[in-house]
């Protein structure tokens, strides 16, 4: 069992990587991409909600909604969720971390509708997984949006003084970046 979740964790983060494979909340990646400390904050806030979404939805979705036979609201239903999750999020950083927050901005209140966070909660449903692995699958899908957020930040800082044809400057040197970022991740496929 051990060896089965450690596999699905594996694969959630690094070779179905949200961000990289399935291609679900660019927003915020590309968004808040832009300096360390704030990709980090981004995801460890994603990695709070989607875990934690993934583990209520799935308690909701198998005790309630499969049970009165209720299953076509639980798209309502996971929003509501991931919304109280976020609002959660939003006043813990508001009173912790008030730098944090203001440099977070308008991309904190969109995590509510950042389609990675729903899809985690969506695929947990699709795959019928046990309220373990869906945990598992949760963490995984946001250490992936992590990672993959982290390194496009770290990149972004170190080619920020660059000096990139006028062409390429800005928005088409990180989508070029995010674009071979998705390449390397590929590779990961080859253990699977």
Do not use: H, W
Not at 11 to 30: D, E, H, K, R, Y
Not at 74 to 84: E, K, R
Not at 165 to 179: D, N, Q, Y
Request: charged share 10%.
């Amino acid at each position: 069992m051990a060896k089965t979740l450690f596999l699905v964790l594996i694969t959630t983060a690094l070779i179905n990587n949200v961000v990289l494979s399935q291609f679900l909340g660019i927003c915020p990646f590309l968004g808040v991409s832009k300096n360390m400390k704030t990709a980090a904050g981004m995801g460890g806030a994603v990695i709070f909600v989607i875990t934690l979404s993934s583990a209520v939805t799935n308690v909701l979705y198998t005790q309630i909604l499969e049970r009165f036979d209720l299953t076509y609201l639980n798209t309502i239903t996971f929003i509501m969720v991931i919304a109280f999750l976020v609002q959660l999020v939003e006043l813990f950083l508001k009173k912790a971390v008030p730098s944090l927050y203001k440099s977070l901005g308008v991309y904190l209140p969109l995590i509510t509708t950042n389609c990675a966070v729903l899809g985690a909660a969506l695929t947990n449903v699709q795959q019928s997984n046990d309220f373990i692995t869906s945990v598992v699958t949760g963490f995984g899908t946001a250490l992936g949006f992590c990672i993959a957020i982290i390194i496009m930040a770290g990149v972004r800082e170190k080619t920020q003084s660059n000096d990139f044809p006028k062409a390429f400057s800005g928005t088409p040197a990180v989508l070029m970046t995010a674009c071979l970022m998705s390449i390397a991740f590929y590779g990961f496929s080859a253990f699977a």
